[in-house]
């Protein structure tokens, strides 16, 4: 079940294009990160998506709202950096937009209570929101997006801006939060989103190149490569590991050889029989995966 | 619901950040200086002494009706800017922070969140013009003889019209400009750029806005409510309701982050 689906989405700043026709779709209580190096056009996405940019081009159909329904009772928005009034404490704010969300007074009052208790600020309740660090703020910020128990959350960068341990304590409230309701987050960094998330869209220069769960990612671009040192004339032995079935291909580089295997385990018992019966001066043998990493870096460095 | 809701978070706001201190005591201040001045300056020198021998010091008759327009005119020059400071970062001021990204994808109605904060400022407006006018009306009947209610409240009513407009004219900018900054400057050469054309074509349009005053001063003179300011109100009100309209359609159509 599809919560949206983007079709054709295209958004120019003044004849720039920043995001370059997106089609995806957001599957109902998954949590999808929109992962993507700085200017990729995450940010833009969001905030069409949250109604804030008007779209050049392009769709965006929530399913189970009917044509005339204002969306924004289904969403809630965590800006990358969010700013609020500071003048109020943590609670009225939580209160306000809670009753901007439809609630009356003693339903936002409880949900913000509620809210406060669980993104952790509960002693802060009463302090000016003036007062608060950054990772108060941040977590006020995904209270109020939640104040309203929307069936999509998005929030856009929710942990970069975090210390490690802020960070920690983040990822581990989405994950709670994640019971309730499907989450889009945008994030440039690949661990945040392994961490967490179900699906992955990654993004580039407006476009996205790769889409699907994770899991099906990680497989698909995970290859197994032998990482082989040997003391003396390391080339010489390039034409004897090629000649192994079980070896498709074998190069020298900086002194490595570096053996691309189509089975790992014959290939693993076939080299060490022969290093051991010939006596090869191996110095190291190391069994290496590739992984969504090398394929990240390598998107995002061109 | 919303609408009210706004509405008070704006009067919290305006008493958190003292405005429901100073505004008033501004409004009062703007309000009585004039006539007292008027009344105590020559009376003041005279006492101090100093002038030459034999110059006379002439203490002017000042009409109570004349007296009060006093307090118009300080109103016009530095009420509007008062206003056009006070009313400038609104809404702008949202959008410039930030919090309006999250404020405007809550299920927001843009006309109510436009009118409750028009209303809590025209609110606060009101009260401090009430408090400034009054006292204004103490001093005058005080120093210069008795104002008649009826005068005094045609007087009030008809210029919190020409107030309602300027507030109008500060939100239908705060829906246009990012900035309030540029808020200000748009209103204050909106406010200098009418009372110009006011003036330039001042007997071919009775009804501009700006000569509500001119109207109030006759009214003060007569004690009649003449028909061009009837008809110069009515526009007022038109021109404000008009413009509130815009503004939403402003806001609509403007995008929400930067
Ligand atoms: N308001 C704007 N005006 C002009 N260019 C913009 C604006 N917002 C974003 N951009 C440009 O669009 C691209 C994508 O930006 P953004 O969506 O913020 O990326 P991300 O969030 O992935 O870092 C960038 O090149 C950025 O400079
Ligand atoms: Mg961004």
New binding site residues.
Partial sequence: MAVVEVRQLE?S??G????KGLDFELQRGKVIALL????????????MLSGL?KPTKGTIRFSETNENEDIRNHIGFLP?YPSFHSWMTGKEFLIYVGQLAHLSKDEAQERANELLEKVGIANAANQRIGKYSGGMKQRLGIAQAMIHQPQLLML??PVSSLDPIGRREVLQLMEELKEQTTILF?T?ILGDAEEICDDLLL?HN?KILESGPIKELQIKHQTSLLEIIIEENPETYIDRLKAFESIEDCKLEKGKLLVAVNDMDKARTQILQAALQEKWPLIKFELRRTTLEEMFMKVVSG | MQWMTIFKKELLGDWRSMKWIWVPLVFILLCIMDPLMTYFMPRILDSVGGMPEGAVIEFPEVPPTEAIMMSLTELSMFGSLLIAAITMSVIAGERKSGVAELILVKPVNYFSYITSKWAAKLFLIFISYSLGMLASWYYVDLLFGGLSAERFFGLFIFYFIWLIFTVTVAIFYNTIFKRPGIVLAASVGTYIALSILAQVFANRSPWFPNNISSHIRSLMASGEVSSDLWIAAGVTVGISIILLIASNFSLRKA?L??
């Fill in positions: 958004k700043f003044k720039k294009e920043a995001v993507g190096p700085n200017g990729a056009g995450k940010t833009t996405t969001l905030r940019l990358q856009d960068e945008s440039h993004m407006g | 995008e982050a930067e």
